[in-house]
């Protein structure tokens, strides 16, 4: 195949047979790879190429192995060009092959520029190929080699069908794909790696990869509903331990700590070990200088310290809306967003009241009444002290922040006590 670049491409069928198609700068002859691909089932096969699809699973995946031919490293930038071509054979597949044709011509048109430190995701077309809502995940594995070869680099491709919001569980398929990485070195050398695929322990973990990156949400809310306020409330920690014997179940509450953390989106994640925390008695900063444990039991989770807000209580709520039962993880993964956002909004009008109060000591009262009726107050003055803290410690934002928390520590958050 012809990349949009006019690069050369050479896409291997599951028969090893060259697929060689031409593609236009508009892309458009990736209609043609796929009835190239998809002629012989279509004219052979008595089964209308529609009742095809009837056998989908709502998620599938794909391993390439990726083979350049000749190719330039721009390291500074994480990005590969592709300088002559290059070829993509299967490794594993749960994808019918009509579709997996047509998903190997839909990537290799993409991979170049291909950023290596994150996935990509893409809708998959035209539509008389994929009828429902579609999206693929995919990113290059590279098991670079100590002698510095650069064959050993495997596309992992996880799809999900008729679903939209595969982009919000980006960061998990991350992370999962690099955990793949001792996987996929055990295949190698990479010419007998479609033989050891079938019965792996890779391709174990494959089949589940929806359950263990998009349904954990579900299993949590199932089994962990009265907790949820507290779990959202470690939203505003760094570096929350989970402990338990069960492992999936620790995996679980680990992963939804993780999809509900503020410190990358706030910036508080490289916060001071040293930092005096404003708190007034020791016996309280003895307790809040311990990690945040959570401990993970078959029926339950106990926190410590387990603390919560209203504001959490609500947003826990919404989780709930649907039920128990069956919870939708597309649905409760974005309504765990919207309760990031929510929380950014806060901070940002509560950091705009902070700045007022460095030259107006009036306006220090006017963020302890915003504190106090936004539901929410402990969470943004942990939020914002952390924040404060990590840029500079001697800032005029962090005295404000200080009064505040010597006035809450002494009457609360009661407007009338003010």
């Not at 599938?60 to 071509?85: F, M, R």
């Not at 950023?115 to 098991?143: N, W």
């Amino acid at each position: 195949i012809m990349h949009r670049y006019h690069q050369p491409v050479e896409l291997m069928s599951s028969v090893d047979e060259p697929l060689l198609v031409e593609l236009s700068d508009d892309g458009q002859s990736i209609n043609s790879a796929f009835e190239q691909a998809t002629s012989t089932v279509s004219k052979d096969s008595p089964v209308p190429p529609v009742q095809l699809l009837s056998s989908w699973k709502p998620y599938e995946y794909a391993v390439y192995h990726y083979s350049p031919n000749q190719e330039s490293v721009d390291k500074q930038n994480n990005i590969v060009t592709v300088g002559v071509g290059f070829s993509l054979s299967v490794i594993g597949s749960s994808v019918a092959p009509d579709r997996e044709h047509f998903l190997r011509a839909c990537i290799g048109s993409r991979l170049s520029p291909l950023y290596l430190d994150s996935g990509q995701i893409i809708a998959l077309e035209p539509p008389e190929a994929f009828p429902s809502p579609s999206l693929c995940y995919y990113t290059l594995v590279d098991l670079q080699s100590e002698e510095g070869s650069n064959v050993n680099k495997f596309i992992l491709c996880f799809l999900v069908i008729g679903k939209q919001g595969l982009e919000l569980f980006r960061s998990e398929l991350d992370s999962f794909s690099m955990q793949l990485k001792p996987l996929l070195k055990q295949l190698l050398p990479y010419e007998t790696a479609e033989v050891k695929f079938p019965g792996s322990e890779l391709q174990l973990q494959l089949n589940e990869w929806f359950t263990i990156n998009v349904e954990y949400l579900a299993r949590v809310v199932q089994a962990y509903h009265m907790r949820l306020p507290s779990l959202l409330h470690t939203s505003v920690n760094v570096g929350v331990e989970v402990v338990g014997e069960n492992s999936q179940k620790v995996r679980d509450i680990k992963q939804f700590v993780d999809s509900c953390s503020l410190a990358s989106v706030l910036h508080f994640d490289k916060v001071k070990k040293d930092v005096d925390l404003l708190l007034l008695d020791d016996s309280t900063q003895e307790n809040k200088d311990k990690p945040l444990t959570i401990c993970v039991s078959d029926g339950d989770c106990s926190l410590n310290p387990d603390l919560t807000s209203q504001f959490c209580s609500n947003w826990a709520q919404v989780l709930l809306s649907q039920g128990t039962a069956s919870p939708d993880a597309f649905f409760l993964r974005q309504a765990i967003e919207n309760y990031k956002l929510k929380i950014v909004q806060d901070m940002n009008a509560f950091r705009r009241l902070v700045r007022q109060a460095e030259t107006n000591y009036h306006a220090i009262y006017r963020c302890y009444l915003f504190l106090s009726t936004c539901g929410n107050g402990r969470l943004l003055l942990d939020c914002a002290t952390k924040e404060a803290e990590t840029v500079d410690l001697n800032s005029e934002a962090l005295a404000v922040l200080r009064a505040l928390q010597m006035h809450i520590d002494k009457v609360g958050f009661n407007s009338s006590k003010a």
